[in-house]
C-alpha cells in the first residue's frame, strides 16, 4: 500500500509559476507509475501529467503541454509537478495518484492509490 501527501499549492496570479509535491510513503515508491489528476467545482477529475516508474516516459494532458513538467525523485520518494504561466483555468484541486500498471494512463481508473489533494487557485 501507497499513502500519498500533496503539498505546495496555494493562490497565484495569471503567469505565475508552482511547484506541487506529493510525497509517498513506503519503499516500493519506484515500482509505481505516477500521475497528477485536477477537479474544479461541478467537473469531473481530470488527467494532467505521468511519469513512468523510473521516469523515462511522461505523458501530458494538451491544455498543460509545454507549460507544465511532472518528475520525480525516487531516492526521496517524491513525484513533482512543475505549473508554469499558469492560467485561472488552471484553478482546481490537485491529486497526486500512484499506478501499478506499467504503462502510463491517463484514465482514473489505472490509477489504484490517492493523495487527499492540494487546492491551487490562479486569480486573473
Known amino acids: 500500500q501507497v499513502q500519498l501527501v500533496e503539498s505546495g499549492g496555494g493562490l497565484v496570479q495569471a503567469g505565475d509559476s508552482l511547484r506541487l509535491s506529493c510525497a509517498a510513503s513506503?519503499?516500493?515508491?519506484?515500482?509505481?507509475?505516477m500521475g497528477w489528476f485536477r477537479q474544479s467545482p461541478g467537473n469531473e477529475r481530470e488527467f494532467v501529467a505521468a511519469?513512468?516508474?523510473?521516469?523515462?516516459?511522461?505523458d501530458y494532458a494538451d491544455s498543460v503541454k509545454g507549460r507544465f513538467t511532472i518528475s520525480r525523485d525516487n531516492a526521496k520518494n517524491t513525484v513533482y509537478l512543475q505549473m508554469n504561466s499558469l492560467k485561472p483555468e488552471d484553478t482546481a484541486v490537485y491529486y497526486c495518484?500512484?499506478?501499478?500498471?506499467?504503462?502510463?494512463?491517463?484514465?482514473?481508473?489505472?490509477?489504484?492509490?490517492w493523495g487527499q489533494g492540494t487546492q491551487v487557485t490562479v486569480s486573473s
Open positions: 495518484a500512484a499506478s501499478k500498471s506499467v504503462i502510463l494512463t491517463p484514465t482514473r481508473d489505472g490509477y489504484d492509490y
Open positions: 513506503g519503499r516500493t515508491f519506484s515500482t509505481y507509475a
Open positions: 511519469i513512468s516508474r523510473r521516469g523515462l516516459n511522461r
